[in-house]
């Protein structure tokens, strides 16, 4: 290993490092909110999530990155500026995110990272250097998931202050639910995730066990079996809090909840908080890894990454550890922004919005789209305020997130770019 790719590599270990302290924050920053987890349980679980959802899925949004920002075609006969340009993009990224960190303000590595891309390929190149055609798309996904988050968490809300929290018998009406709510919160992850996660499994069974069974057998099965778990688990603690309040014996005293009804949507929205850190570690590590990943592939083999772009796995592994460090180290900040200084959350409103900021954003990794995160969860939030009580949203928290999303890709892209032009000017 050379000592440019072992620089490199740190740089790519620090920018997930920062990502992890300010996004990964939106995956468990509800639930610390809600009070349904303490700040160490979040970090750990979190932690876990994230790592499994990078080296699962973190491939698809960095070949997006990577190969569809800008026009790699153009640097085809010149690849070491492509690789000085990547460089400049890890570095950039990283610096602006580490401020807004510090500020506790959750910015969208996507943007730091497309505008960084952005600002060394129009210094490299000229602004046609730049796949405006991809941006515009990347931008668009942007504006669109916190509607998109934001719509999804207000209807899921909508139908549980219905026919739950607005009832006059909750217990009875969300004994009720507890299938459907269980359906619900594991289908969604089970249906995009288990089909891609599950074919290793089935590929084995299949190959060396001789046991031949369809490949949407298995998830369906591991779906099916851990949504009927769940729901015997749900009624027997949702049984045991109704004997205790009709008994007058109290309720758990290790419990921060007086309703036995938020205490049984706290266990739903521990759940949903672990899909929302995975589906957070399957896309935004692609923001992490996909700089290096191109320039360790100009270095392997001296050409650029034109249509296709392999990750090796110990890329991803260098990203899901980097994220899982620096959410341990630095995330509390953006955790309580998110969690207490929007809107004054309960279990059951914090689960709808992760659902909905889960649902989001793993399609979007499907589909290789580098969303925000912060976006997403910032939509759902607001979504759930909106159906509370509108009076009940910090509009000046909101004011304050939006003004970073906004600075965050110029300012990126500047920093990218003289970083690049310095960079340049010293190797000559």
């Not at 997930?16 to 909110?33: C, E, P, Q, R």
């Not at 009832?167 to 639910?177: F, V, Y």
């Not at 008994?247 to 005293?253: F, K, N």
Request: charged share 10%; net charge neutral; proline share 4%.
């Amino acid at each position: 290993m050379t000592i440019s790719i072992f620089i490199v590599i740190l740089l790519a270990f620090y920018l997930a490092w920062n990502l992890g302290a300010n996004d990964v924050a939106n995956a468990m920053g509800t639930s610390v909110g809600s009070k349904a987890v303490t700040l160490r349980q979040a970090l750990i679980i979190a932690g876990i999530l994230e790592f499994t959802g990078a080296v699962l899925f973190g491939h698809e949004v960095s070949q997006t990155l990577a190969t569809e920002v800008s026009n790699p075609i153009l640097f085809a006969d010149v690849p070491q500026v492509f690789a000085v340009g990547m460089f400049s993009v890890l570095l950039a990224s990283a610096l602006w995110l580490q401020i807004a960190t510090s500020k506790g303000l959750p910015v969208s590595s996507s943007h730091a990272v497309v505008g960084a891309i952005a600002g060394f390929s129009i210094v490299a190149a000229g602004f046609g250097a730049v796949e405006w055609s991809s941006i515009g798309m990347i931008t668009l996904g942007w504006v669109i998931t916190p509607v998109i988050s934001g719509c999804i968490a207000a209807l899921f809300y909508s139908q549980i202050k219905r026919w739950i929290l607005d009832q006059p018998e909750q217990l009875r009406q969300l004994n009720e639910w507890i299938p459907w709510l269980s359906a619900l919160l594991l289908g969604v992850f089970g249906v995009i995730v288990l089909p891609k996660a599950t074919q290793p499994l089935a590929n084995y069974l299949i190959e060396q066990v001789g046991f031949k069974i369809p490949s949407h057998d298995i998830p369906l099965f591991i779906g099916t079996t851990a949504a009927v778990g769940l729901t015997v688990y749900n009624w027997r603690e949702l049984g045991k809090g109704g004997e205790r309040e009709e008994g007058g014996e109290g309720v758990e005293t290790n419990s921060p909840f007086l309703n036995p009804v938020e205490r049984t949507f706290a266990r739903f929205q521990l759940l949903s908080a672990c899909f929302v850190a995975f589906a957070h570690g399957s896309n935004d590590v692609g923001n992490a890894i996909a700089p290096l990943a191109a320039i360790a592939y100009i270095n392997r083999t001296g050409k650029v990454p034109i249509y296709d772009l392999d990750i090796p796995v110990w890329i991803l592994v260098i990203g899901g550890t980097g994220i899982v460090f620096g959410l341990a180290v630095w995330g509390k900040k953006v955790i309580a922004t998110i969690g207490e200084s929007i809107i004054t959350l309960q279990p059951s409103s914090g689960f709808c919005a992760e659902l909905a900021t889960a649902t989001t954003v793993i399609l979007a990794s499907r589909l290789g789209l580098p969303v925000s995160t912060s976006h997403a969860l910032v939509g759902g939030v607001v979504g759930i305020g909106l159906i509370k009580d509108i009076k009940s949203v910090q509009f000046q928290t909101l004011r304050s997130i939006a003004a970073a999303w906004i600075v965050t890709l110029p300012v990126s892209a500047v920093l990218s770019a003289i970083i690049f032009s310095l960079v340049r000017l010293v190797l000559g």
